[in-house]
């Protein structure tokens, strides 16, 4: 039986203010984490990028904050799932429900199913929230179908919901989409419990990763300074706790002495600083470097050993942020198409950290489960062979080219990597030895991290000699 979270800080039913004629005080953390819902679906807003900011303009903390953080980003990871469920509690399709309405409904439902708010709280607390936006009109509507949900817990109604077939089933049970579940059991080459876990990991909330600039402090330095822990496997990154608080309000990231970059991130971008080269190694290329963390840490160790990083991105923008976390690195930016970017070829090394589907990071990004499509894969694979490709031409002979993406979707990792090193005649290395100390990395050539087994995103690195 699913064991149900312990009951958010600050879950108290709301504020009410008793008395004829005097409309109930609204639960500041429910609105807030109700206006990220609503932006999620009405705008396609990133809920890890409006949060924070909503929380910062209404002055909530503490265990408002912590309530807020929880309902939100709950809810947007159990979207799918919390559909399911309503539709079989409503006698109307939800296509025909009010989105203000069913935005409500959800949060409603995340509360009575994933955490232990009382029934009558959350039920009250979403028919204030209803009564607020589109009047009493809807109220009873709400109120019916929420009741409906409080019949059964979370594992009942799945029970009775999802489908029978293995994958379908854990689907269902971790709230996924099916063509997700599948692409990790293919990654992952099993439909039994590591599934199961590694599914699971998307809805853990994820340690906070730094990473220390090299030449400027160690990881032992950032970790006193910041209060976190050295970092298991990255000889740069510091972990800390999540709910530890905004990492951009500490000092050694303000002085632009360390970043915010998950572990998996760090250890591609030095596992193709590890592989050795015969004749020159002064002259790196990072293809696809927005917003920069790749990038910087490139920049500081090709700067202590005398060498240059061109890095390329194609949105104006992003290349700003890359210039401001690179400054005073002997890093030059260009706003440019990686498949094209018009550089001298002839480079040692390059990093191709391609766009992807962003399946290794569903836990940073709560609402992305629910957001990409199966037929996402195949225009950014094509992207990807055309980078990798780009970044063979631009490499010497005997130079290395390290891919990375941060997704375990097969056809975009071992599938871009072999279609490329077919037609190219490049050699693929085995990446295993240049993630030294990491366990658990398969039968290799390329390495696929996950959070279940490594605490990191599930990022992908292929390594290829030219």
Known sequence: MNRRPSRPPGSRPPRRVDGPGRPPVEDPARRAALDVVRAVRADDAYANLVLPKLLRERRLSGRDAALATELAYGTCRAWGMLEEVLEACSDRPLSKVEPAVLDALLLGAYQLLRTRIPAHAAVAATVDLVR???????????????????????????????PQDPVGGI???????????????????????????????????????????????????????????????????????????????????????????????????LALTRVPLEGPDARWLDLCAGPGGKAAMLGALIGISGGTLDAVEQAPHRARLIERVTAGMPVTVH????????????????????????????????????????????????LQRELLTSALELVRPGGVVAYVVCSPHLAETEG????????????????????????????????????HRHGTDAMFCALVRR
């Open 416 to 451: 871009v990597v072999g279609d490329v090193v077919r037609k190219t005649g490049a050699t693929q290395i085995d990446a295993r030895e240049f993630f030294p100390g990491v366990p658990d990395l398969g039968t290799g050539p390329g390495v696929q991290l996950w959070p």
């Open 335 to 382: 706003v440019a198409d990686g498949r094209d970017p018009g550089l001298e070829p002839g480079f040692d090394r390059v990093l191709v950290d391609a766009p992807c589907t962003g399946l290794g990071a569903l836990r940073r990004r709560p609402e992305a489960r629910w957001r990409r499509l199966p037929s996402d894969v195949g225009d950014l694979t094509k």
């Open 132 to 162: 607020a936006d589109s009047g009493s009109r809807a109220t009873g509507f709400v109120n019916a179908v929420l009741r409906r949900v409080a019949e059964h817990d979370e594992k009942t109604w799945l029970d009775k919901l999802a």
């Open 171 to 269: 689907a269902a049970r971790t709230a996924h989409p099916r063509w997700i579940a599948r692409a990790f059991a293919d990654a992952l080459g099993t439909t039994g419990d590591e599934l199961t876990a590694a599914l699971r990991a998307d809805d853990e909330r994820p340690a906070v990763h730094l990473v220390a600039r090299p030449g400027e402090l160690t990881a032992e330095e950032l970790a006193a300074l910041t209060g976190g822990d050295p970092a298991p496997y990255s000889p740069y990154g510091v972990r800390m706790e999540a709910g530890s608080g905004d990492p951009g309000d500490l000092p050694p990231i303000k002085e632009n002495l360390a970043g915010v970059q998950d572990e998996g991130s760090q250890l591609c971008a």
